[in-house]
């Protein structure tokens, strides 16, 4: 039986992917922040490791609990979180705090498992983003850290070619989790919207997306299952692809950069 570790498991796409590859037989370990979604996971007879990835003390302490469990055969990186807002609004404390979490805790636990898996070989897969691709209004903060990721996670792959550690990104676009109500508190924490030259858009667009239901589902959302069946490809596959793509979108902005300009590109991340 193989063991992976996933980031990220009070809901969404960690959770169905920690079902999902326990459904295949594999050994799962989960992380979460909160005390409750971790009981959660115990309920369910996964082990659950605290982990505050913007917290280098609880990244160490992590790794080593896992570690402690036994050989570890692959990594998902999954735990992110966005901050809603105009780019030219986003104070220095705002992407501090994003990027300790989306990109540095994730390159510190991954750093932190990299003797292990040179030594018995392992798999670190790395959940990025279509807007890993692209950026999108109103996501600035977030696309930084996934653009970021991504770029990482490429050098890695090749520099640690010479190891019998392989490196995979997962770009799904929109998947239906809670990552919109879960951005709330964070928009609220650091946007000064009101006080924004853009306090009418607000108002009239992001604002609506963050506090109403939905009028309808966005008609290219899959599930957080979809992302699941790649994850179980990039772990199981014998020669993994550096890139995996979930939805529509994501294929569609993978070949926008390959084919289009920049100015057909800033269209495209308008009409988005």
Known sequence: MKT??????????????ARHMRSRGWRVITTCRKDEDLEARRAEGFEAI????????????AADAALSLGRIDALV??????IPGAAEDLP???????????LFGTHDLTRRLLPHFRQHGGRVVNISSVLGLVGIPWRGAYVATKFALEGLTDVLRVEMA????????IEPGPIGTKIRQNSIPHFERWI???????????RQSLL???????????RFELPPSAVSARIAQALESANPRPRYYV???????????????????DWFARRS
Request: hydrophobic share 40%; aromatic share 8%.
């Open 77 to 82: 990186n999954n735990a992110a979180f966005a």
């Open 192 to 202: 000064d919207w009101k006080s924004s030259a853009r306090a009418d858009q607000y």
């Open 92 to 102: 220095r404390g705002a992407l501090r705090s994003i990027f300790e979490a989306n």
């Open 162 to 169: 010479d190891t019998p550690v392989k490196f995979v990104l």
């Open 4 to 17: 992976v570790l996933i980031t990220g498991c009070s809901s969404g796409i960690g959770l169905d992917g």
């Open 247 to 265: 939805t529509t979108p994501t294929y569609i902005s993978g070949i926008g950069r390959r084919l289009f300009s920049t100015r057909a590109l």
């Open 208 to 218: 609506k997306r963050l506090y109403e239901p939905a009028a309808k589902k966005d």
């Open 50 to 61: 605290h982990l505050e990835l913007a917290d280098e003390n609880s990244v160490a302490r």
